[in-house]
T-cell receptor, first 112, second 112 residues
Framework: DAGVTQSPTHLIKTRGQHVTLRCSPISGHKSVSWYQQVLGQGPQFIFQYYEKEERGRGNFPDRFSARQFPNYSSELNVNALLLGDSALYLC???????????FGEGSRLTVL | SQKIEQNSEALNIQEGKTATLTCNYTNYSPAYLQWYRQDPGRGPVFLLLIRENEKEKRKERLKVTFDTTLKQSLFHITASQPADSATYLCALDLSGTYKYIFGTGTRLKVLA
């Protein structure tokens, strides 16, 4: 069975640009969450979507937005990129709103 | 504000010994506590989930305890092996919300 897939795996952007990261959850999982992980730190919660509705939002600026599609895949968008947005962006899916998280391998974003 | 603390320093132990990792939290009342393993450059992998009304949970060589009075969880790996070397993250749900808060992780190194 396919796990959580994320794309792209690596990308380099410059300050002020925009980025879109994509995530496909495990088949049957209706919840998708996004996390940002800076080197040496634990993952930090950005968003959770369940049944295409936003169910939670972390302490991130409005430059960060996300959505979930009818097939439960999800996109994370970040506008006006800053150097500090450089991180590993992790997508996690779960069967229900709460429960164990299944993570993808992440999208490594470097902002120059 | 809510805070999770894990041993920030790396833990080195000899093969065959029991590794014990600590997760302390303040200003939380979590319904669940989870432990994840993360290898360098990879997404976290779920290991165990323990509920607030459970004192202990076991899975093969892994054991987790959850003391809601002390606000602490202990994670044990018995008969440790070099393959157990990784960073271990604890995560708590914020009761009544849909987000998980992760600790910074403890890096474990099992020496052959």
């Amino acid at each position: 069975d396919a796990g959580v897939t994320q794309s792209p795996t690596h990308l380099i952007k410059t300050r002020g640009q925009h980025v879109t990261l994509r995530c496909s959850p495990i088949s049957g999982h209706k919840s998708v969450s996004w996390y940002q992980q800076v080197l040496g730190q634990g993952p930090q919660f950005i968003f959770q979507y369940y049944e295409k509705e936003e169910r939670g939002r972390g302490n991130f600026p409005d430059r960060f937005s996300a959505r979930q599609f009818p097939n439960y895949s999800s996109e994370l968008n970040v506008n006006a990129l800053l150097l500090g947005d450089s991180a590993l962006y992790l997508c996690a899916s779960s069967l229900e709103v709460v429960g164990e998280l299944f993570f993808g391998e992440g999208s490594r974003l470097t902002v120059l | 504000s809510q805070k999770i603390e894990q041993n920030s320093e790396a833990l080195n132990i000899q093969e065959g010994k029991t590794a014990t990792l600590t997760c302390n939290y303040t200003n939380y009342s979590p319904a669940y506590l989870q432990w994840y393993r993360q290898d360098p450059g990879r997404g976290p992998v779920f290991l165990l989930l323990i509920r607030e009304n459970e004192k202990e949970k076991r899975k093969e060589r892994l054991k987790v305890t959850f003391d809601t009075t002390l606000k602490q969880s202990l994670f044990h790996i018995t008969a440790s092996q070099p393959a157990d070397s990784a960073t271990y993250l604890c995560a708590l749900d914020l009761s009544g919300t849909y987000k998980y808060i992760f600790g910074t992780g403890t890096r474990l190194k099992v020496l052959a």
